[in-house]
């Protein structure tokens, strides 16, 4: 199988369907050449194959030869060699992973420069200022990104000759100056990297080639891939395409456009475009740039013939598409198209406004409704319930509305400085003149980004969108200098706070109070779409504590409580005390009178929690951690014996918190094997709950009551704490003629448990999975431990496709999900299955509780949006993958 495929190469299959061979970009590029037929710079694309072969054996054998082959074939189609004297063909190096990961990888321009061809583009283009502003480009990109030259002496020596020549614009420079630049350009090279910089083409390419193959594995790649969940072993593939240039004349110019508005989800299409300019200067955001109504004053002709091929894009991929795209003296090129990436509001309504229909005569199109939920993510649902300013202030500046949602934070002007203040634990905004793809450490960690030029493509409002980071960009009233920037008179220096709102653009000085968003209509629309879907299959829960979070959750459309935990409400702070006088009791009547008035406050806490949930299950787990937790720290009160002493209540403390302490609390003396202990703390929760549904009932409410023990790992565990509560429960519904369905289950936490389900379900009406514990004991991993230490270093290096506390994936955990409920359904068919771990809210764990046949998720109340739409969405996915 080779390597290389141009773009017009006839594959079995339409192109587009073959991301995994021809990466996103290259995918899309042959799609448009050999398919729609789009006016498109001949080219061909290195696979994601090459890439692999590279990463793990260095150069593949046989590719330089295709490389050849491809750059003959190129040379004919174009009438031009590769860096001939006379009349060179330059070339573009472009990576294209199958997943998009914008500005992530490396790209180098103009290739096939050199001392002698840089004349031959001047003689044959007529036009010496161009052919040498191209040649500065290239050795800059080339010695930075390929021989490993820092790029600020380029950035400076530019910014020295512009202002010496009198120059207010780059194209204000002359030839003279860029031939010069040219010449201490390749010194900075030989100076930085200890090399010249190469004059034959060939070898130019082959080193942008592997400068590509190697960004896959830079540090700024793997960050991002991390983020975006991408898998490490994808590999990138690389695309060499002929140069068409935007910057030989005023007939010239570049641009990307949008054949939608990805801020809004506006059925207009929307862009940036310079005239006389490369890609760069529009992506980077070091010229600000004008939209596509300017374009059409400058270019109507070829305005009119850009919005058409936005309309074939749209109708083909049935999407909105992001494009690139170049004018070269009066003719349009189509450079890059791709689905474009586009804010959570703008992605709910584009979602529904294309199952009403788009596009007109041949290039009439639509979706269905199961298609429309299949388009919005979670981070779509997030992004729309961002935070708001809750209130006005003075606006300091303002900017393009680039990224919605406010932000409050600290100002730092660097990644570095940024990242460092978050590590402290501080809120930031980083202030930026520009973002470049050496800047997304401090934009993973930022609250805001806020820039002071660059358009609503550049680098940081792409990103920050993905990301769902509030942004704004083209703030251009903020001049920076060092570590402070000015408005006008004021002064706003590190480490002081700004707001920003990315839904208005504005930048306000000092701390705004945030309120939070309200959703558009289409969220809602999608969601009910969502729930129609998901009906009878997978039901959602939510994981409350409170009368108040269970209220939230049944409005975010929560279907019932999947875990109470009783032992938030002992931690309250008029509870503590009583919990501790239970622990340090001496005698049982001591005891007895602790837990009595215990009852009386878990039974108004379950009254509560009940009422918001009428109509609806309601789980509850019966007491689960180690008493411990109840007490002061061991050390704290040994430190404090021993420098101030203690009183007679705080030795008894210390005395009992020794006598419960334990090495491992974890796998320790919790769950059910308290209830083993101290049996009648049990007890008291039972009654506690079975009393508040008595109260409810008489004021003729409706509680589904579901009890469950933690922890239990053997048959023999469950049937004795069962006994408990049963006898409760006689107690309670003596003489009722309608006794209430009160179910019992337990939580399956451990491998144990999992793998003798089939036992444990004899005496179980339901299982619910705690995934949170499962993935400790399965992996022996300390969650409170790892996470912060030990994980990024696992994810980085590949030993870990993904965080196992975030995401459950088919082997280890997932196979144990799938077995536990296999057995425990083959035991007793009636058995409901649920989880509740923090994994009950992440979408591509559901898609496996789903495929494992569980009856619903649990998750956290701000999740369950994103649950309804994740149950929906693997239901429809688990149908296409069997249709």
């Given at each position: 199988?080779?390597?290389?495929?141009?773009?017009?190469?006839?594959?079995?299959?339409?192109?587009?369907?073959?991301?995994?061979?021809?990466?996103?970009?290259?995918?899309?590029?042959?799609?448009?050449?050999?398919?729609?037929?789009?006016?498109?710079?001949?080219?061909?694309?290195?696979?994601?194959?090459?890439?692999?072969?590279?990463?793990?054996?260095?150069?593949?054998?046989?590719?330089?030869?295709?490389?050849?082959?491809?750059?003959?074939?190129?040379?004919?189609a174009?009438?031009?060699?590769?860096?001939?004297?006379?009349?060179?063909?330059?070339?573009?190096?472009r990576?294209g992973?199958?997943?998009?990961?914008?500005?992530?990888?490396?790209?180098?321009?103009?290739?096939?420069?050199?001392?002698?061809?840089?004349?031959?583009?001047?003689?044959?283009?007529?036009?010496?200022?161009?052919?040498?502003?191209?040649?500065?480009?290239?050795?800059?990109?080339?010695?930075?990104?390929?021989?490993?030259?820092?790029?600020?002496?380029?950035?400076?020596?530019?910014?020295?000759?512009?202002?010496?020549?009198?120059?207010?614009?780059?194209?204000?420079?002359?030839?003279?100056?860029?031939?010069?630049?040219?010449?201490?350009?390749?010194?900075?090279?030989?100076?930085?990297?200890?090399?010249?910089?190469?004059?034959?083409?060939?070898?130019?390419?082959?080193?942008?080639?592997?400068?590509?193959?190697?960004?896959?594995?830079?540090?700024?790649?793997?960050?991002?891939r991390?983020r975006?969940?991408?898998?490490?072993e994808?590999?990138?593939?690389?695309?060499?395409?002929?140069?068409?240039?935007g910057?030989?004349?005023?007939?010239?110019?570049?641009?990307?456009?949008?054949?939608?508005?990805?801020a809004?989800?506006?059925?207009?299409?929307?862009?940036?475009f310079?005239?006389?300019?490369?890609?760069?200067d529009?992506?980077?955001?070091?010229?600000?740039?004008?939209?596509?109504?300017?374009?059409?004053?400058v270019?109507?002709?070829?305005?009119?013939?850009?919005?058409?091929?936005?309309?074939?894009l749209?109708?083909?991929?049935?999407?909105?598409?992001?494009?690139?795209?170049?004018?070269?003296?009066?003719?349009?090129?189509?450079?890059?198209?791709?689905?474009?990436?586009?804010?959570?509001?703008?992605?709910?309504?584009?979602?529904?406004?294309m199952?009403?229909?788009?596009?007109?005569?041949?290039?009439?199109?639509?979706?269905?409704?199961?298609?429309?939920?299949?388009?919005?993510?979670?981070?779509?649902?997030?992004?729309?319930?961002?935070?708001?300013?809750?209130?006005?202030?003075?606006?300091?500046?303002?900017?393009?509305?680039?990224?919605?949602?406010?932000?409050?934070?600290?100002?730092?002007?660097?990644?570095?400085?940024?990242?460092?203040?978050?590590?402290?634990?501080?809120?930031?905004?980083?202030?930026?003149?520009?973002?470049?793809p050496e800047?997304?450490?401090?934009?993973?960690?930022?609250e805001g980004?806020?820039?002071?030029?660059?358009?609503?493509?550049?680098?940081?409002?792409?990103?920050?969108?993905?990301?769902?980071?509030?942004?704004?960009?083209?703030?251009?009233?903020?001049?920076?200098?060092?570590?402070?920037?000015?408005?006008?008179?004021?002064?706003?220096?590190?480490?002081?706070?700004?707001?920003?709102?990315?839904?208005?653009?504005?930048?306000?000085?000092?701390?705004?109070?945030?309120?939070?968003?309200?959703?558009?209509?289409?969220?809602?629309?999608?969601?009910?779409?969502a729930?129609?879907?998901?009906?009878?299959?997978?039901?959602?829960?939510?994981?409350?504590?409170?009368?108040?979070d269970?209220?939230?959750?049944?409005e975010?459309?929560?279907?019932?409580?999947?875990?109470?935990?009783?032992?938030?409400?002992?931690?309250?702070?008029?509870?503590?005390?009583?919990?501790?006088e239970?622990?340090?009791?001496?005698?049982?009547?001591?005891?007895?009178?602790a837990?009595?008035?215990?009852?009386?406050?878990?039974?108004?806490?379950?009254?509560?929690?009940?009422?918001?949930?009428?109509?609806?299950?309601?789980?509850?787990?019966?007491?689960?951690?180690?008493?411990?937790?109840?007490?002061?720290?061991?050390?704290?009160?040994?430190i404090?014996?021993?420098?101030?002493?203690?009183?007679?209540?705080?030795?008894?403390?210390?005395?009992?918190?020794?006598?419960?302490?334990?090495?491992?609390?974890?796998?320790?003396?919790?769950?059910?094997?308290?209830?083993?202990v101290?049996?009648?703390?049990?007890?008291?929760?039972?009654r506690?709950?079975?009393?508040?549904?008595?109260?409810?009932?008489?004021?003729?409410?409706?509680?589904?009551?579901?009890?469950?023990?933690?922890?239990?790992?053997?048959?023999?565990?469950?049937?004795?704490?069962?006994?408990?509560?049963?006898?409760?429960?006689?107690?309670?519904?003596?003489g009722?003629?309608?006794?209430?369905?009160?179910?019992?289950?337990?939580?399956?936490?451990?491998?144990r448990?999992?793998?003798?389900?089939?036992?444990i379900?004899?005496?179980?009406?339901?299982?619910?999975?705690?995934?949170?514990?499962?993935?400790?004991?399965?992996?022996?991993?300390?969650?409170?431990?790892?996470?912060?230490?030990?994980?990024?270093?696992?994810?980085?290096?590949?030993?870990?496709?993904?965080?196992?506390?975030?995401?459950i994936?088919?082997?280890?955990?997932?196979?144990?999900?799938?077995?536990?409920?296999?057995?425990?359904?083959?035991?007793?068919?009636k058995?409901?299955?649920?989880?509740?771990?923090?994994?009950?809210?992440?979408?591509?764990?559901?898609?496996?509780?789903?495929?494992?046949?569980?009856?619903?998720?649990?998750?956290?109340?701000?999740?369950?949006?994103?649950?309804?739409?994740?149950?929906?969405?693997?239901?429809?996915?688990?149908?296409?993958?069997?249709?």
């Amino acid at each position: 199988m080779p390597y290389v495929y141009a773009f017009d190469h006839k594959h079995r299959r339409p192109p587009m369907e073959m991301r995994d061979l021809l990466g996103g970009k290259g995918a899309n590029l042959a799609e448009m050449t050999s398919v729609l037929k789009l006016p498109v710079p001949p080219g061909f694309t290195i696979s994601t194959d090459a890439c692999r072969a590279y990463m793990e054996g260095g150069w593949p054998g046989n590719l330089d030869d295709e490389i050849d082959a491809h750059v003959a074939k190129l040379e004919k189609a174009m009438g031009r060699g590769l860096g001939d004297p006379s009349d060179p063909l330059l070339v573009s190096v472009r990576s294209g992973a199958k997943a998009s990961m914008p500005g992530m990888m490396d790209t180098v321009l103009n290739l096939g420069l050199n001392d002698k061809s840089v004349k031959g583009l001047a003689a044959s283009t007529d036009d010496e200022r161009f052919a040498y502003d191209s040649y500065r480009r290239f050795i800059a990109m080339y010695g930075r990104i390929v021989m490993g030259a820092d790029g600020h002496p380029f950035d400076e020596l530019f910014e020295q000759v512009k202002k010496s020549a009198g120059a207010a614009t780059d194209h204000d420079l002359g030839a003279e100056p860029l031939k010069e630049l040219c010449v201490r350009y390749k010194e900075i090279v030989k100076e930085q990297t200890g090399k010249p910089f190469p004059q034959q083409p060939l070898k130019q390419l082959r080193g942008a080639i592997e400068a590509v193959f190697k960004s896959w594995n830079g540090a700024r790649a793997i960050a991002y891939r991390m983020r975006e969940r991408i898998p490490h072993e994808l590999g990138t593939a690389v695309n060499v395409q002929a140069m068409v240039f935007g910057n030989r004349d005023d007939q010239s110019g570049t641009g990307v456009g949008f054949t939608r508005d990805a801020a809004t989800g506006e059925n207009e299409p929307y862009g940036d475009f310079l005239v006389n300019a490369q890609g760069e200067d529009v992506v980077a955001g070091i010229r600000n740039t004008q939209d596509l109504d300017d374009m059409k004053r400058v270019f109507p002709e070829i305005h009119a013939e850009l919005l058409a091929i936005f309309d074939r894009l749209e109708a083909h991929y049935r999407d909105m598409c992001d494009t690139e795209f170049t004018i070269e003296q009066g003719k349009l090129w189509m450079l890059q198209t791709r689905v474009g990436k586009r804010t959570g509001a703008a992605a709910l309504k584009m979602a529904v406004d294309m199952t009403k229909g788009s596009g007109k005569g041949k290039n009439r199109w639509k979706i269905t409704r199961s298609e429309a939920v299949m388009r919005v993510t979670a981070e779509n649902l997030d992004a729309v319930l961002h935070p708001q300013f809750s209130g006005k202030g003075l606006v300091l500046a303002t900017g393009l509305a680039a990224s919605p949602g406010a932000a409050v934070g600290k100002v730092y002007f660097t990644a570095d400085a940024a990242a460092d203040a978050a590590d402290r634990g501080e809120k930031v905004i980083l202030v930026r003149n520009e973002t470049s793809p050496e800047d997304v450490h401090g934009m993973m960690v930022a609250e805001g980004i806020l820039t002071a030029r660059g358009g609503l493509v550049s680098h940081a409002a792409v990103v920050a969108r993905g990301w769902g980071t509030p942004a704004i960009v083209g703030a251009e009233a903020i001049k920076i200098r060092g570590t402070s920037f000015s408005v006008g008179d004021t002064v706003v220096n590190e480490g002081d706070v700004i707001s920003i709102d990315g839904s208005f653009g504005e930048v306000v000085l000092g701390e705004m109070e945030l309120a939070s968003g309200e959703p558009p209509a289409e969220f809602h629309t999608i969601l009910e779409w969502a729930d129609k879907i998901r009906k009878g299959k997978l039901a959602v829960r939510a994981n409350a504590d409170t009368g108040e979070d269970a209220t939230n959750a049944r409005e975010l459309g929560a279907e019932g409580i999947g875990l109470c935990r009783t032992e938030h409400m002992f931690l309250a702070q008029d509870r503590l005390p009583i919990m501790r006088e239970m622990i340090l009791a001496d005698t049982p009547d001591r005891e007895q009178a602790a837990l009595e008035k215990l009852r009386v406050a878990q039974q108004h806490d379950f009254e509560e929690i009940l009422e918001a949930m009428d109509g609806l299950p309601v789980t509850i787990r019966l007491l689960d951690p180690p008493l411990h937790e109840f007490l002061p720290s061991v050390q704290e009160l040994k430190i404090k014996e021993a420098t101030e002493g203690l009183s007679a209540e705080e030795k008894e403390l210390l005395h009992v918190a020794e006598n419960w302490s334990e090495h491992n609390p974890m796998i320790g003396t919790r769950g059910v094997r308290l209830g083993v202990v101290k049996p009648g703390l049990y007890a008291m929760q039972v009654r506690a709950l079975l009393d508040a549904a008595a109260t409810l009932r008489k004021q003729k409410k409706h509680p589904i009551v579901e009890i469950m023990i933690p922890l239990t790992v053997t048959r023999e565990e469950m049937a004795l704490a069962r006994s408990w509560v049963e006898e409760e429960i006689a107690e309670a519904v003596k003489g009722m003629r309608n006794k209430p369905e009160i179910t019992i289950g337990t939580m399956i936490e451990t491998p144990r448990a999992a793998l003798r389900a089939d036992e444990i379900a004899e005496v179980s009406d339901f299982f619910s999975f705690g995934t949170n514990d499962l993935t400790q004991l399965t992996f022996g991993f300390s969650r409170d431990d790892v996470e912060s230490r030990m994980m990024p270093v696992y994810l980085e290096r590949g030993l870990l496709k993904r965080n196992p506390f975030e995401t459950i994936d088919k082997t280890g955990v997932g196979e144990l999900v799938h077995h536990g409920a296999k057995l425990g359904r083959e035991t007793n068919k009636k058995l409901k299955l649920g989880v509740c771990g923090e994994h009950g809210g992440d979408p591509e764990s559901i898609a496996l509780f789903y495929d494992a046949g569980l009856d619903y998720v649990s998750c956290s109340p701000y999740r369950v949006p994103i649950a309804r739409l994740s149950a929906a969405q693997a239901i429809i996915g688990t149908a296409e993958s069997t249709a």
